[in-house]
């Protein structure tokens, strides 16, 4: 449990990092310049605002690892309360639902998910 719980404040630490940075770097007054440039600058900034909305929910999604993990119910399956495969949770340290649960979460929503698939650690958007 414990390194699943460093895990998860390494991972929260990195993100907050980013988010920090990347505010940082994004543009908020134009030079004068062309619509060409205007454009790609406007294009940026969204993808900016794209990715630490990403990260936010990745950061919310920690967070709620966190908690289980004080409130001793981490682990546990939201939807059937059997215990999520050590497994599982080394790669998904924030999975909320047994692997069982996650597939009938995915069939009912009609179409593959790929939740436990994105960002640095492969675990970070479910």
Do not use: W
């Not at 990745?58 to 050590?86: F, H, M, Q, S, W």
């Amino acid at each position: 449990m414990d390194e699943i719980k460093e895990m998860l404040l390494k991972e929260k630490e990195s993100i907050i990092a980013d988010i920090l940075k990347t505010q940082d770097h994004v543009p908020l007054d134009h030079d004068i310049g062309d619509e060409i440039d205007s454009s790609v600058e406007d294009q940026d900034r969204k993808l900016m605002m794209l990715l630490q909305d990403r990260e936010r929910e990745k950061l919310d999604k920690i967070e709620k690892a966190l908690v289980r993990i004080e409130n001793d119910d981490y682990g546990e399956c939201e939807e059937c309360g059997e215990t999520i495969a050590p497994k599982r949770l080394m790669i998904v340290p924030f999975a909320r639902l047994c692997i069982n649960c996650k597939q009938e979460e995915e069939r009912n929503k009609g179409s593959y998910s790929t939740d436990d698939t994105e960002g640095s650690l492969r675990y970070m958007e479910e």
